[in-house]
């Protein structure tokens, strides 16, 4: 399922380019201070919400939670400044090597909880649940994934 938007004005004057992943605009700063202004929302949302992390989707908000040890249900007021900061380093990071690895066909062979149903680092079963307010299917290890409250 996605949203479209009719839009009637100019794009530059709407879109905030620092928010896209994939732009030569990115902000990695701007968007640390977006995600610290949503303190109140779970991090597997705030990594969901466009307006934080423009082109990120389901599959890449997996990769980066596990690939930073962050457990989905984590808040964002919990998650120290550090781990944010890698948190948002990771996310344009895997965002722009997800491109990449789509142009080369190998992009599924590079996951490593998406779709998947063991944690790859020592094999116990990952937990599959919807969780969230964007009620996306999430995969997570909780031996590998800290929650932060």
């Keep these: 399922m996605c949203s479209v938007k009719l839009i009637d004005e100019e794009i530059n004057e709407l879109f905030e380019w620092s928010a896209d992943v994939s732009s030569l ?7 640390l201070n977006r995600l610290l ?11 969901m919400d466009q ?4 082109g990120i989707g389901n599959i890449i908000k997996n990769e980066v939670l596990y690939s930073t040890g962050v457990h989905p249900l984590s808040s964002v007021s919990g998650i120290k400044r550090f781990k944010l900061q890698q948190l948002v380093r990771e996310t344009r990071n895997y965002a722009l090597e997800f491109l990449t690895w789509k142009k080369q ?7 490593k909880v998406h779709r998947q149903e063991t944690c790859p680092k020592h094999g ?4 599959i649940k919807t969780l969230g307010k964007t009620k996306r ?3 997570y290890c909780e031996k590998c994934q800290t929650l932060y409250i």
Excluded: R
Aim: proline fraction near 3%; glycine fraction near 2%; include cysteine.
């Design 137 to 139: 299917k999430t995969y």
């Design 37 to 47: 202004e949503n303190k109140d929302a779970l991090i597997c949302d705030a990594l």
């Design 25 to 31: 605009e990115w902000d990695e700063q701007a968007a």
């Design 51 to 54: 307006q934080i992390f423009s």
């Design 105 to 111: 066909g190998v992009l599924q062979v590079k996951w």
């Design 124 to 127: 116990s079963p990952l937990k």
